[in-house]
């Protein structure tokens, strides 16, 4: 059984930084593509981040390109979202989640969830 279990949310002021983790098991990552959305009250989720695992070939959403990184470690099979600059705008739930699709963006192709952690910036 897959199972993603986020962590590293919190309330920060505009400016500052977060580091979201997320711990990955059940399966061998390798071959798959782990990624970030997030979902603000009354919106739909969006694409933030993804990763290929084995080859580290990333890409992000146009809003976030610049201010954070996705990045992985093999050794602790974690999947880490660095956000620097964080927004109001940022202000959301943010999932990790896994596809067999090469770096997909539409949440429709990830199959396996994280219950999310919450990331609010004050203004």
């Known amino acids: 059984q897959v199972q993603l279990v986020e962590s590293g949310g919190g309330l920060v002021q505009a400016g500052d930084s977060l580091r979201l983790s997320c711990a990955a098991s059940?399966?061998?990552?390798?071959?798959?593509?782990m990624g970030w959305f997030r979902q603000a009250p009354g919106k739909e989720r969006e694409f933030v981040a993804a990763?290929?695992?084995?080859?580290?070939?990333?890409c992000y959403a146009d809003s976030v390109n610049g201010r954070f990184t996705i990045a992985r470690d093999n050794a602790k099979n974690t999947v880490y979202l660095q956000m620097n600059s964080l927004k109001p705008e940022d202000t959301a739930v943010y999932y990790c989640?896994?596809?067999?699709?090469?770096?997909?963006?539409?949440?429709?192709?990830?199959?396996?969830w994280g219950q999310g952690t919450q990331v609010t910036v004050s203004s």
């Open positions: 989640t896994t596809s067999s699709r090469t770096l997909p963006t539409s949440k429709y192709e990830y199959d396996y």
């Open positions: 059940g399966r061998t990552f390798s071959g798959y593509t």
């Open positions: 990763i290929r695992w084995s080859s580290s070939i990333t």
